[in-house]
């Protein structure tokens, strides 16, 4: 096994020798020679680490080498992050007795640091003995390049584009729609051939294609990797049922939501009950090991499937097709070379253009040529060709040994071992360390770039960024790189998640050597040279920690993908207590009551996730202790009533999670001092007579203009002094907020000229895209929404105002140029909605008289507005209605809206975009005004409703009957769905849509 070099370990050591932090503690403490010495030594050996990672695998004596260096530098690293810590206690005091130890502090440091050096000179001195080259490292290697080509996105990672295995799907889509050939109800096929060719994508084309999704009533996604159990398996099948049928789904609400562990004889029962009768098609992807006894028992709960049914397999060995009762497996070929190169040149030229690089082209397809015909080892080198943009490094490509090799499956390995050998420096630690995540794992972007930046991988190139970005970069190339598959993203197209294909992950590991482990519940052997472990499983309750895990003492990372399931496990001290060099511990789901105050001895601790124990209360003073901690994650700590009372001297915290966390009442003093911090989801203001002294006020906020994505502040009305305090929190100059959300909680609804003083002095700043407003009590608005609300909120994509119970102005909305989601509920006072149209600087449509309206909504949500009678259009300056004028004016984008409880409102503005409207306890007359105007107007693309295709009438009690110009007007109604209206009689004859009528 090759061993994995601490790239990243040694660039961080080199940084912190290099700054100014420790330059002036080698002065204080008199050690400055030593880490000079250990600097210079530490550069040499940087300098051949490139050579070294290329002849250990011809060398065995290399690989120790290397073995040897890496304790060495861990070591290393270790000394000065105590170092450094013991600096942080002497600035903020908590040292008494620092100076009067400082001798014999000098005397101990000195001593290791000579000691570690002496180590790393020894070390050094063998490089003329194995003829290392000098390859030094730029910054570039060590931190990623700050230029505009880093920056370009690529048209490559589009997933449609599959290149090839059309002819396979179409093969493939005809066994599974065309009527069976055997009498049995459910037939079987497998997709075979070796790693990387491509059947998981081959599966995923018939899957989703049209004609298979309207064929079968259910469809099914397994991942069968591992062991073939029935129970794993059964359970598997029925949580991709319940993923597609989450409102009804039995099995959905009591595994996931109650997180019930079932009996096999109720899985059996659940399984029947969804498949018994109807067309099923199923994948088990990735089968590996069948026991022929659970294939059968399996078979038989499947049996129950309507004519046609069908289950695919896609595997590697043929012996499991034969297990499985498989005929005519289809067997994958590799990709033609045609196809081959198709797939290569897409990923390596720009846009695929290979006639910009004519000297190029004939280098690749002998390149792809080697590849036989594997899309993995296609796609992945290609990828990292686009990286090469000069002749010579494609020729050392094509000229490398290991397209000697015979085809074996093993040798995709080795030829996507080249994607590594190329890898930048700076990725390289990053890469494998993902060996810790089994295979099949969804990996979450923001957690992972929190772990590298925990064990030191990232570092600043300069002060263009901060980690977090670099790091989402650093997992960005790794998406470019083709490493990272099936990626995830938000609504605005940020990347979330991804998975690793399962010999990317075999590549992962086997650069990770004995630094990885991936132990099973039994654990068995662990080397104690190992550095960070990880659980395949997750822990039951009778799980104690392994005599081999205690004695890694040099462990870093402990963390627990897989537990989803909350088990008490007593034994989370024990970790604790003894391993004390820990940078990241993940102790999520384990039912613990209370944390051991030992946890304030992990000094080097960087990352600490409590989320899901739901019957902590507290947390041990001496976590505060921990100030080197980025990281707390308390996620759905249900009963936590405080966080820590010192939390100001955790001076490094980037991330404190807090969501769900609903007991808490209140935030510390000295929270403001975390100027680091930038993620705080929550934060609460306590009543001033509960917790005097102990609650810091809203001013915490004031420093704290890190923060990123999203804030609620809880408990406004116990703002103190309002004229003051709500301005301190300076919100208007957190430019990285994109959510914010304003709380009042009073027991009653009495007017309140404090809430209007203290929304003023909460003035978001301009990049802000959400803004949720709650039980605010001001009758109106402040100046910054009322007066200046397009060139204050610009960017505001999503407004929420609910239970302002004495508002009766609205601001005037309908100018926000970015607004596409506006939600108004429970405004119990609000008779009129107004707008901006009299003002003289509203924005004009083409240079007309016309304004803009609401420009980009898109989605509208009125709920239980009682006193609502009308939506305002237009106003002449004394405000009097001009009602002609609305049929002028019209929602430009709206497609979707929802209005609920507003049984006094009459009228609507045009809505020529509209797809679905959905209108509950509402008057009759405004829908029957809302169908007039449509029917009155000649159809055009810009009449109101022209493209509504479903419409949703629910409680209309004094609906009788449409008259049947105006609903067959609606040309593009789909579907009609009237539900609950009790007096409703009739529907038009010649109805033009599908209907449904319920009570």
């Not at 499991?320 to 990923?347: C, H, I, R």
């Not at 406004?716 to 004229?723: M, P, W």
């Not at 709380?743 to 809430?755: G, K, P, Q």
């Not at 984008?893 to 306890?921: F, W």
């Amino acid at each position: 096994m090759v061993e994995a070099v601490p790239f990243g370990t040694a660039a961080d050591i080199l940084i912190k020798l290099g700054s100014s932090t420790f330059r002036e503690l080698g002065l204080v403490y008199g050690v400055n020679k030593e880490m000079k010495k250990l600097e210079n030594t530490l550069s040499t050996i940087k300098a051949v680490l490139l050579d070294a990672e290329e002849k250990q695998e011809k060398s065995h004596l290399v690989q120790d080498w290397i073995r040897k260096l890496s304790e060495v530098v861990y070591e290393a690293d270790d000394l000065l992050d105590a170092f450094e810590t013991k600096a942080r206690q002497h600035e903020n005091h908590q040292v008494r007795e620092f100076f009067s130890k400082t001798l014999a502090f000098r005397y101990k440091m000195g001593r290791k640091l000579r000691e570690t050096r002496e180590r790393l000179d020894e070390i050094a001195g063998d490089i003329s003995k194995f003829n290392f080259r000098d390859r030094s490292l730029t910054i570039s290697d060590i931190g990623i390049e700050m230029n505009n080509k880093r920056e370009e996105t690529h048209s490559f990672m589009v997933e449609s584009a599959v290149i090839g295995r059309k002819r396979e799907k179409e093969e493939m889509v005809k066994f599974l729609i065309f009527p069976p050939s055997t009498q049995e109800n459910v037939s079987v096929t497998a997709i075979v051939g070796i790693g990387g060719l491509g059947k998981t994508t081959l599966a995923k084309m018939l899957y989703n294609d049209d004609r298979v999704v309207n064929y079968f009533e259910i469809k099914m996604w397994v991942w069968a990797y591992g062991s073939f159990d029935l129970y794993s398996v059964a359970e598997k099948i029925l949580r991709s049922i319940a993923t597609n049928e989450l409102e009804d789904s039995e099995f959905y609400y009591q595994r996931i939501v109650l997180q019930k562990q079932f009996l096999m004889e109720e899985l059996q029962i659940l399984l029947r009950k969804k498949l018994d009768g109807k067309r099923y098609l199923l994948v088990l992807d990735d089968v590996w090991n069948v026991k022929r006894e659970s294939w059968l028992q399996l078979n038989d709960l499947l049996k129950g499937g309507a004519k046609g049914s069908k289950i695919v397999v896609t595997t590697r060995s043929t012996k499991v097709t034969a297990l499985m009762d498989v005929d005519s497996p289809f067997v994958l070929q590799d990709l033609s070379e045609e196809e081959s190169w198709t797939l290569f040149k897409q990923l390596a030229f720009k846009d695929g253009r290979e006639e910009e690089h004519p000297e190029l082209v004939p280098i690749g397809r002998r390149i792809v040529k080697k590849c036989r015909g594997v899309p993995l080892a296609i796609r992945t080198l290609g990828s990292m060709m686009r990286y090469k943009p000069n002749e010579r490094e494609w020729i050392s490509i094509q000229n490398t040994e290991i397209w000697e090799l015979p085809k074996e499956e093993n040798d995709v390995l080795k030829i996507l071992k080249l994607s590594y050998d190329h890898m930048p420096i700076y990725l390289k630690q990053c890469f494998s360390y993902c060996a810790l995540f089994p295979k099949g794992n969804e990996v979450e972007k923001k957690m992972l770039v929190e772990l590298w930046i925990a064990q030191g991988y990232i570092h600043l190139p300069g002060k263009e960024r901060n980690l977090e970005e670099i790091g989402d970069l650093y997992f960005k190339e790794l998406i470019e790189r083709s490493l990272f598959q099936e990626v995830k993203k938000d609504a605005n197209g940020n990347v979330i998640s991804c998975h690793m294909h399962d010999l990317i992950h075999d590549l992962s590991r086997a650069v990770a050597g004995s630094e990885c482990s991936i132990c099973s519940v039994d654990v068995g052997d662990i080397s104690e040279r190992v550095h960070h472990v990880s659980f395949s499983c997750y822990l039951p309750s009778s799980w104690e920690v392994p005599i081999a895990l205690l004695k890694a003492k040099k462990t870093r990372t402990f963390i627990l993908p897989l537990q989803d399931q909350a088990y008490r496990i007593s034994s989370h001290n024990t970790i604790i207590s003894n391993l004390r060099r820990l940078r990241v511990l993940d102790l999520h789901n384990l039912r613990i009551d209370e944390l051991s105050n030992s946890i304030g001895k992990l000094t080097h601790l960087r990352y600490l996730d409590l989320s899901g124990n739901v019957s902590m209360t507290a947390l041990p003073a001496s976590i505060s202790n921990l100030q080197n901690l980025q990281t707390l994650k308390l996620n759905r700590c249900y009963r936590l009533e405080q966080l820590p009372r010192d939390i100001g001297k955790m001076i490094s915290l980037r991330h404190l999670e807090i969501t769900g966390c609903r007991k808490l009442n209140h935030m510390p003093p000295g929270l403001g001092k975390l100027v680091s911090l930038q993620t705080l989801p929550l934060f609460i203001l306590g009543r001033k007579a509960l917790f005097s002294g102990v609650s810091g006020g809203i001013d915490e906020l004031s420093g704290l203009n890190c923060l990123k994505g999203v804030l609620h502040v809880a408990h406004l009305e116990h703002v103190d002094n309002v004229t003051i305090d709500s301005r301190s929190s300076n919100l208007s100059s957190k430019q990285y907020l994109e959510s914010l959300k304003l709380i009042w909680s009073r027991d009653d609804d009495s007017e309140s000229n404090e809430d209007h003083m203290v929304l003023e002095g909460l003035q978001p700043h301009q990049n802000l895209k959400v803004l949720h407003i709650a039980g605010y009590c001001g009758v109106q608005f402040p100046n910054w929404l009322m007066n200046n609300a397009a060139s204050s909120l610009p960017s505001l994509v999503e407004l929420t105002i609910e239970g302002c119970l004495r508002c009766q102005h609205l601001p005037p909305l309908d100018q926000l140029p970015s607004l596409k989601f506006l939600k108004l509920y429970s405004l119990s006072c609000l008779e009129h909605i107004n707008n901006s149209y009299s003002s003289p600087s509203c924005s004009l449509v083409g240079g007309g008289r016309e304004p803009l309206f609401f420009p980009s909504l898109k989605e509208l949500t009125l709920y239980d507005l009682p006193l609502l009678k009308e939506w305002q259009t237009c106003s002449d300056q004394d405000g009097t209605t001009t009602m002609p004028k609305q049929q002028q004016l019209s929602f430009p984008s709206l497609t979707k809206l929802t209005i609920v409880d507003a049984p006094n409102l009459m009228s609507m503005p045009m809505l020529p975009l509209v797809e679905e409207l959905l209108m509950d306890t509402v008057s009759e007359k405004l829908l029957q005004s809302m169908l007039m105007t449509a029917a009155s107007e000649s159809q055009t693309s810009s009449s109101s409703l022209a493209r509504l295709k479903f419409l949703i009438i629910k409680s209309c009690n004094d609906l009788v009957s449409f008259p049947e110009d105006r609903i067959n007007n609606l040309t593009s109604l789909e579907l009609l769905k009237i539900i609950d209206c009790g007096n409703f009689t009739s529907l038009p004859h010649n109805l033009h849509c599908e209907y449904v009528l319920s009570n």
